[in-house]
């Protein structure tokens, strides 16, 4: 029992073994003792106690744990008085039920026995209970009233520093609860805006009606209590009342007329307090007020009020986004949530004092009054602007636009060299980025091993860890000469390299460069970005599982880097320094154990790749290991790693060797399980034969597992003891019992009556099955040849070999041994190494069964699908305007000289774009300086404004075209709109050649050609300009354009050329002199232009009477060709790869061309994981010609091939 408890508590435990009825569940408290709240959640439960003829119910709350009793005594003559019901003295003990002073006096009968003046006994219902002071223990001249120690603020404060520690990932899938839905709900229904005060207005979220008595009485003590500590520091008192009046006169509050509200719902006072803090720029004394003070019934107003989701952003988040602008403007929202009225019926629940004295106001300067419109409308003095001030926590010298760390110099003054210590020290230190990580990890370090050594808080430290803890603490005051910059340079184009690493004896870490581009210096930059350095875990793990978590901690940094500053994946890298963790990031997860595959697949399912760096090199080495404050201005730790400021092309960095990790590391045990069954046929007269031979495709592993099944039945047939003292060893004699009885199975199966008839010692009569060979038994009972070699020197095998059938499963499997053991041997090979040993009836036959079927020679022997040479496209053989179907493609990558008179041998980058008429076979020639979307639109744009615009355009399938077409397509879907006449509406498409089949844009792509062979003799190793190149080119063009195509007539000596198609004349060579007498009247200028206009006709006609019907002549894939077939297994050609390693794909879809025959075709091909095996999902689908691929035979010859499904199974 406890009278200064003021409510009742039953332990959790207790609470389930009696089986307390639950009244309501999770009920915010707030605890407090006499120096330290604590809130927690709790459930109401229903306590029962029973007496002989009372019974008392009473609602107590429940707790984990209730502080247990010191060792008490009795006075001599109590114990000698009364019957007392425990043995005194008593033992410290544990309390599992605590009455409060609500239930107390219920308990309570009477004064019973004083013993003392502070010790007396209390008469209950069970009997006399002590109270009060221990009066056995003497008197101390300075013993204390109150002994009492807390963690829970420490703990407090560390967890908010493990907070900081760990990044958010997923703040967009936070799911409400269902008191934050129901606020939210509310908020929606009671929001309004006021326009005559233009302030939005709502009411307080109840839960439920408040149960709020006054507690006028309680803030009243509290508030004089305030006034008086106001009085003994005048400037606070100042600032305090100051902040009050601004209250007043921006109207945020009113004056309560009668104390007695209207509504009969009840009112409450809220205390308030000040925030003083004279290092802010903006408010200095902020006004806070409790909503948590508790009333008479043990609730507040908090307790009442739905609580909404949390609305701020995370501070680590704005930290980091607070470095990345250039400019930073620090500012407050002048009373925030002040400027929100609340409505009448529930304004009573917000009363507070405020002493409004006029007598008090007088004293405050009338300048230093706010007025309403005056509130915080100034800006900082220069004063103000170069002095520090505090941004989120971080030290910030907006003058020098530095992050410094110098407010905690006089942290080393708190140190008591205890447990307490380190963890208080340890919180303090407010580094969101972890720009100090490496010092912090020191002493979490020393914190990790007050732990391991399980001291008590106030513990002392000693030995090693005492010297480690000092030194340490030492070091704080260094912290001051550390400034780092607050911006950090950075552009769309910045790279940020992120780093991990692992020590084993302290921790792990990561840490973030931005890398980029300085113009003005002309070179790269990198700049610390942020950190975190994390000690290792209690229970010690491999240094591999150590770099792991590491390797985790920077893909989770690269995660978070990418949602808070909206960059792409490609501007990340992350770097590791452990082989092994390279090596298990290139392997499938199932095949890990489960601490590395869970971590691998967290790693993979972020898809940035990971690169090799050497230890020496890694900035995270400093983050794992630890250092002091001299480590933090190494340029290792500021600007990473030295190879960062140099240009990619100079990054030398060693290859990871994979031959030194350990195949078995971190891989799961794979457990093979053999399951055998055995089937004995029931009219079998020797009884041995099993059909075996279905469940096996090798000749090995068909004789090892009978061989096997001989060897357990031996065993079995063994004694107990003898079969334990000999191991079991699979020999040449079970090898060969196996293969004597797959010999004598075949035999049995397809020779029984001529077995029969040999073993009655009768012959084979001539004409029959196996009466050329005269077959005889052998002493092991195998039919073998007779033969007529008896007299000859061969070996006894080859001069009698064992009789077998060919269509018996062995074999099979022994001429497919012979096939694979000889490289794939021919039939020819086959037949001769099977006459060796064995008489296979129609051998031959059986050989070429073999070769025919085997999937290695499959792949070999297959022949590329060919179809007769398609028709030429309309756009090639009707005569339409030049130019208006149009192929176009690049040229590879030329090197060009920046400036003319450039001295230097730094080259950029062009490529020449081609565009070739279909029609006139003419070309239009542009050079571009990067084959980027943007510079190939511009090309286009020229060349129509040049040639006309194209209605068809023909090109592969490179990235640029498809997106060049996406913007044509939408500028003239545009234009079209706009356009009121339809004749004068664009018509344009875009059409793209299979992929990897060149043939099929073989006009554009011998123009390339055309133009490459006498640019390389022209310019050789010449460096041109931009300028210089072009002019080059447009001459090459006008050659190009002058080819003859066909001659004009058999009589003459004149050709048809693309010039002459697309001008009406040649292009005459340069230089071309103008004559002015050569103009010519107007009247001239008509008939010049009737007579063109003839000649050009008749180079059309000439064109299509000549030029056309030289085309007729298909000059390969003359024959009709059988179409592949949806379904049907193929080879797929790959570049660069050897015929065997082609993958094998299923024809999923077929593409018909013009004239109905199967021009190309959609295959499916298997998905693999990044080892290239075959695993479940979706097939992967692509397109290609029938020129790149090989059917198989197995489907040509009628094979069954069952479809591929989404199982990943392997073809």
């Keep these: 029992m406890d009278s200064a408890s003021s409510h009742s508590f039953v332990t959790v435990s207790a609470s389930s073994v009696l089986r307390c009825p639950i009244v309501e569940r999770e009920i915010d408290l707030s605890i407090k003792s006499l120096q330290t709240t604590r809130e927690c959640k709790s459930n109401k439960v229903c306590v029962t106690l029973k007496a002989r003829n009372r019974e008392i119910k009473f609602n107590a709350f429940t707790t984990d744990h209730i502080l247990s009793l010191d060792s008490l005594d009795m006075p001599t003559h109590v114990k000698q008085q009364y019957r007392l019901n425990e043995n005194f003295p008593r033992p410290p003990c544990e309390v599992d039920i ?27 219902p069970w009997g006399h209970v002590p109270c009060g002071t221990d009066w056995t223990k003497e008197p101390k001249e300075d013993e204390p009233v109150c002994l009492m120690s807390s963690t829970e603020r420490i703990a407090k404060a560390l967890e908010m520093m493990w907070k900081l520690e760990e990044l ?22 009671l929001l309004t805006l006021d326009e005559e005060t233009s302030r ?50 921006s109207g945020v509050v009113e004056k309560v007329i009668d104390r007695q509200p209207e509504n009969k719902r009840g009112v409450y006072y809220l205390p308030h307090r000040a925030v003083y803090d004279t290092t802010r720029v903006t408010t200095k004394c902020r006004i806070v007020f409790d909503a948590s003070a508790k009333t008479s019934t043990g609730k507040s107003l908090n307790n009442c009020l739905y609580a909404g989701p949390p609305l701020q952003l995370n501070i680590v988040a704005i930290e980091l986004r607070f470095r990345m602008r250039k400019y930073a403007l620090v500012g407050d929202i002048s009373k925030m949530f002040l400027n929100i009225d609340i409505r009448e019926e529930d304004r009573d629940f917000l009363r507070k004092w405020a002493t409004n004295d006029p007598e008090i106001l007088k004293e405050i300067p009338a300048d230093e009054r706010a ?20 941004t989120l926590g971080v030290r910030w010298h907006p003058g020098k636009d530095i992050i410094l760390f110098n407010q905690h110099g006089r942290l080393s003054e708190e140190n008591k060299n205890t447990k307490t210590s380190v963890a208080s020290l340890l919180a303090k230190l407010y580094d969101p980025l972890g720009l100090i990580s490496p010092f912090v990890l020191l002493a979490r370090k020393v914190m990790k091993t007050t732990f391991q050594l399980k001291l008590d808080w106030k513990d002392k430290l000693e030995g090693e860890i005492l010297s480690d803890w000092e030194a340490w603490v030492e070091q704080i005051q260094q912290l001051e000469e550390l400034e780092f910059p607050r911006f950090v340079e950075n552009s769309s184009e910045s790279e940020y390299h992120v780093f991990g690493d692992a020590s084993s004896k302290t921790g792990f870490g990561a840490v973030t460069y931005v890398r980029t581009y300085n113009a003005a210096k002309n070179k790269y930059e990198a700049q610390l970005l942020m950190a975190r350095a994390k000690v290792a875990p209690m229970k010690e793990i491999s240094i591999p599982n150590l770099e792991l978590k590491a390797a985790l901690l920077v893909s989770e940094m690269a995660t978070f880097l990418m949602t808070e500053l909206q960059i792409s994946k490609d501007q990340i890298y992350c770097w590791s320094d452990n082989e092994v963790t390279l090596w298990w990031l290139t392997k499938n997860p199932n095949h890990l154990v489960p601490f590395v595959a869970n971590r691998v697949e967290k790693i993979q399912n972020i898809k940035i790749p990971f690169q090799y760096i050497s230890t020496k090199e890694n900035p995270a080495d400093i983050a794992s290991r630890g250092c002091l404050v001299e480590g933090l201005k190494d340029d290792l730790w500021l600007k990473g790693p030295a190879f960062l400021s140099l240009p990619r092309w100079e990054w030398k960095h060693p290859k990871v060797d994979f031959s030194k990790v350990d195949p078995k590391e971190g891989l799961r045990k794979q457990h093979v ?65 196996a293969w004597r009885h797959w010999i004598r199975a075949a035999q049995d199966k397809h020779y029984a009556k001529e077995l029969m008839l040999l073993n009655k010692r009768q012959t084979i009569k001539e004409g029959k099955r196996l009466g050329n060979l ?13 033969g007529r070699l008896q007299d000859s020197a061969l070996p006894h095998t080859q001069k009698h070999p064992i009789i077998l059938p060919k269509e018996h499963p062995i074999s099979k499997m022994l001429a497919q041994k012979i096939h694979e053991q000889n490289q794939h041997a021919g039939i020819d090979w086959i037949h001769y190494h099977l006459r060796q040993k064995y008489w296979i009836i129609a051998g031959r036959q059986l050989a070429r069964s073999v070769v025919h079927q085997c999937h290695a020679c499959k792949k070999q022997n297959a022949r590329r699908a060919t179809q007769l040479m398609a028709n030429l496209p309309k756009g090639r053989v009707t005569q339409e305007l030049p130019f208006s179907h149009v192929g176009v493609d690049y040229t590879a990558a030329i090197q060009l000289k920046p400036h003319l008179r450039s001295k230097s041998t730094a080259t950029i980058p062009g490529y020449i774009v081609i565009f070739t008429c279909l029609t006139t076979r003419a070309i239009h020639v542009e050079v571009v300086l990067s084959n980027h979307t943007e510079e190939f639109l511009m090309a286009f744009k020229r060349m129509v404004n040049t040639r006309g615009m194209p209605k068809c355009m023909y090109s592969d399938n490179a990235k640029t075209f498809k997106r060049a077409e996406k913007e044509i397509l939408e500028t003239l879907e545009h234009n079209n709109k706009a356009m009121t006449i339809l004749t004068e509406r664009y018509e344009f498409q875009w059409r793209y050649s299979t992929e990897l089949a060149p043939h099929t844009g073989g006009i554009w792509e011998r123009m390339v050609k055309a133009v490459k062979a006498p640019l390389m003799k022209v310019v050789q190793n010449a460096l041109l300009t931009y300028i210089e190149m072009l002019t080059v080119c447009k001459e090459i063009e006008g050659q190009v354009n002058d080819r003859p195509l066909h001659e004009e007539s058999t009589d003459s000596f004149g050709v048809i050329t693309p010039s002459l198609l697309v001008l009406g004349r040649k292009l005459r060579p340069w230089p071309d002199r103008f004559d002015k007498t050569d103009l010519q009247q ?38 009709d060709k059988p179409d592949v077939k949806q379904g049907e297994l193929v080879l797929l050609e790959k570049e660069k790869m050897k015929r065997n390693q082609w993958p094998v794909a299923r024809i999923q879809e077929v593409k018909m061309g013009r004239d109905n025959k199967i021009r190309s075709v959609i295959l499916a091909l298997p998905p693999r994981d990044a080892d290239g095996k075959i695993k479940k999902g979706a097939p992967l689908l692509i397109t290609r010609s029938i020129h790149n691929i090989f059917p198989l035979e197995a489907t040509r010859d009628g094979e069954k091939i069952p479809p591929l499904q989404n199982s990943g199974q392997q073809l």
């Design 1082 to 1119: 107007h009247a001239d200028l008509r008939e010049r232009w009737k007579h063109r206009k003839a000649i050009v006709n008749q180079f059309w006609r000439t064109w299509s009477n000549r030029y056309l019907t030289s085309q007729q002549q298909r000059n390969k894939w003359q024959e």
């Design 168 to 189: 958010p990932f997923d703040n967009s899938s936070h799911e409400l609860t269902r008191d934050e839905v129901r606020a939210v709900d509310m908020i929606e229904n």
């Design 371 to 390: 007025p309403t419109e005056a509130l915080y409308s100034r800006s900082p003095t220069p004063d103000e602007i170069s002095a520090e001030t505090s």
């Design 774 to 786: 005269s077959p005889f038994i052998d002493e092991e009972g195998l039919m073998r040849v007779g």
């Design 200 to 249: 939005f207005r709502t009411g307080l979220l109840w839960k439920e009606h408040p149960d709020l008595r006054n507690n006028y009485r309680g803030v009243k003590t509290r508030l004089d209590a305030r006034i008086k500590q106001l009085e003994e520091n005048p400037e606070l008192g100042k600032a305090y009342r100051k902040s009050m009046q601004e209250f007043f006169s």
């Design 98 to 124: 605590l009455v409060g002073i609500g239930e107390y006096w219920q308990l309570i009968q009477q004064v019973a026995i004083r013993v003392s003046d502070t010790f007396v006994l209390l008469k209950t």
């Design 673 to 737: 399980f053999l399951y055998i069954s055995l089937t004995r046929p029931m009219n079998n007269a020797r009884g041995e034969r099993v059909d075996l031979e279905d469940y096996f495709s090798s000749y090995d592993g068909l004789l090892k597992h009978t061989a096997t099944l001989y060897l357990c039945v031996e065993r079995w047939r063994m004694k107990k003891e003898e079969r334990q003292m000999t191991a079991p060893e699979l020999k040449d004699a079970h090898r060969a019992k």
